[in-house]
């Protein structure tokens, strides 16, 4: 993290205005944000189309508050790979070579060919050949 970045972080969490703004960010991903994306997400069926790495810190509570943490992705991710990582909130900075161990490990597998998969350019927003990339209708 840093000496500098970490005093801005001591500063801030000092500051009542952002100690507010940090609840607020909780609160609405527990609440409001799930119900006006995820549930929506949900019941129109949308998934992750791409291969989905989950870790988790092992010093936390996730698994308290959610149980089995893959379960809970699994509605959305259906090529799903996950591990817990031991450490705190701050993976990276705790665990830095589990972490890089368990990216490197997912980013190296070999992946499948998905033609079933749609895709688009992400600027004109039309559909692509996956083989070739093409621009397609």
Known sequence: MGQGNYADYLRAIHDPAVQSAMIEDYRAGLGVDRAADDDADHTAGRQLACP??????????????????????????????????????HMAEDAPDDLAAALADFLGRPQEPRVDRLYRHRCTGKALDPVGASPGG
């Open 52 to 89: 989905t790495l989950v870790a988790w810190s092992t010093d936390e509570d996730l698994e308290e508050l959610y149980g089995d943490v893959l379960a809970v992705w699994q509605p959305w991710a259906p090529d799903l790979q996950g591990l817990p990582i031991h450490s705190g909130h």
